[in-house]
């Protein structure tokens, strides 16, 4: 084959493949507009119903046999205390995208009006620093502390941020863990906000490349959450950037919704910084003839050494599920399971280990059932959203039965009831 037609095949097959790792979603619906905007593991927090006085991690499991397999669902409830913390002083940068797109819907000017909302929720002494990007990053306000609401800078620095070119997220992103990194303290909450409507069009576009900064500077106390705004966005560099940096992520469409406007995620964000369990892990030991099959209610799964590790995002006044369904060719009733749940409380690093002997229980406790219910109606919400088809039977029928948690109730209120 001639030389010139194999250089346009492989820069054809090149160009599919770094669309394909962009993974970019456009639509012209507003609100809730792709699965990605759907966390499992938000939907598996419940208010929690049992009000334990402490932080706890309770295990259940369930068994079902057939001709071939033996089928093993580990439920693990991590319950955090009912005790109201006081959260830690605040050291945050925002790290705001003013690339030409912020133009659109008026993205920026609603941006701009949240960001002077929740100057509402800083305290004096807390730091607060902001950072823009297009083509190139700059410090538009430097690290200082708050003195309070007649402290002027903040919303006038706000008001002058304009439009700019293109988007270079990664110099924004390293300017803004500059920032923080001036007041690094373990006893503050170090965080770094990024916000962005679009993908990266100069600077560093690897997504494992941006994602070791990330990394980096989680090691090194600074954590990291996202937000996505409009239609023409990398929904999985976002998602794995909010979860190596053990922040949140959000995600925005372009209609005026009470649920899904920048003001809402703001204050969510802020409301996830009060959590009084933090950093959690749990280990689990398990024994070598189940095989893994499915984790739901994790924000992140690791393989160490043959132990199952499972990262969850930070807890407040919740019961986060976690569920574990393993398979296998063998029936062993004696076995034994362990877990050890490792998290932050009030500064201070907990463990807790349980055990389970013995895989003979066969009946689902209302716990597993509702949490195998709240995995079918948010993964049905997901498959049909992707066949941009609207008649979410099955979500309705779930919200009408009782004690439905809140946050099916209010995605079913997501939903938009057209096709795109």
Do not use: W
């Amino acid at each position: 084959m001639n030389t010139k037609y194999l250089m346009v095949l492989y820069l054809c097959v090149l160009y599919v493949n770094m669309v394909h790792c962009q993974e970019v979603v456009i639509s012209s619906n507003c609100g809730l507009f792709s699965p990605h905007q759907i966390d499992m593991e938000d939907y598996l927090k419940i208010d929690s119903y049992d009000h334990s006085k402490v932080s706890d991690i309770n295990l259940e499991t369930v068994n079902f046999y057939n001709k071939k397999h033996l089928n093993v669902e580990l439920l693990m409830d991590i319950s955090s205390s009912n005790k109201t913390v006081k959260r830690k002083p605040l050291n945050l940068c925002f790290a705001l995208d003013r690339s030409a797109s912020m133009e659109e819907n008026n993205r920026m000017e609603k941006l701009k009006a949240a960001m002077k909302e929740i100057l509402s929720y800083l305290v004096p002494g807390d730091y607060f620093s902001i950072v823009t990007y297009d083509d190139i990053a700059q410090v538009v306000l430097s690290s200082r502390q708050y003195n309070g609401a007649n402290d002027s800078i903040f919303r006038e620095t706000i008001d002058r941020i304009t439009i700019g070119g293109g988007t270079n997220m990664l110099a924004g992103m390293l300017k803004g863990y500059d920032e923080v990194n001036k007041n690094c303290n373990i006893f503050y909450r170090n965080r770094l906000i990024l916000m962005s409507d679009g993908v990266s069009t100069t600077g560093e576009r690897s997504p494992a490349r941006i994602l070791k900064h990330t990394v980096n500077y989680y090691s090194k106390g600074i954590e990291t959450s996202t937000v996505g705004i409009g239609n023409n966005i990398n929904f999985n560099l976002l998602h794995d950037i909010s979860v190596e940096g053990r922040g949140k992520s959000h995600f925005i469409g372009d209609c005026d919704s009470a649920y899904v406007d920048i003001g809402y995620v703001l204050r969510e964000e802020f409301f996830n910084m009060n959590a009084s369990m933090e950093d959690i892990q749990i280990e689990i030991d398990y024994p070598k003839y189940l095989q893994v099959n499915d984790i739901y209610g994790a924000s992140k799964v690791v393989v160490d050494e043959g132990k199952l590790i499972v990262l969850c995002s930070n807890l407040s006044l919740k019961n986060q599920f976690v569920l574990v369904k393993f398979q296998s060719k063998r029936k062993h009733k004696k076995d034994q399971l362990t877990v050890n749940l490792n998290f932050t409380e009030n500064g201070e690093k907990k463990s807790i280990v349980k055990q389970i002997c013995g895989f003979d229980n066969n009946f689902a406790s209302e716990k597993i059932q509702l949490a195998n219910k709240i995995i079918d109606a948010v993964n049905c919400v997901k498959n049909k959203l992707v066949n941009q088809q609207y008649k979410l039977d099955c979500l309705d029928r779930f919200v009408n039965e009782p004690n439905v948690p809140d946050n099916i109730v209010l995605l079913r209120e997501l939903i938009p009831n057209k096709s795109l």
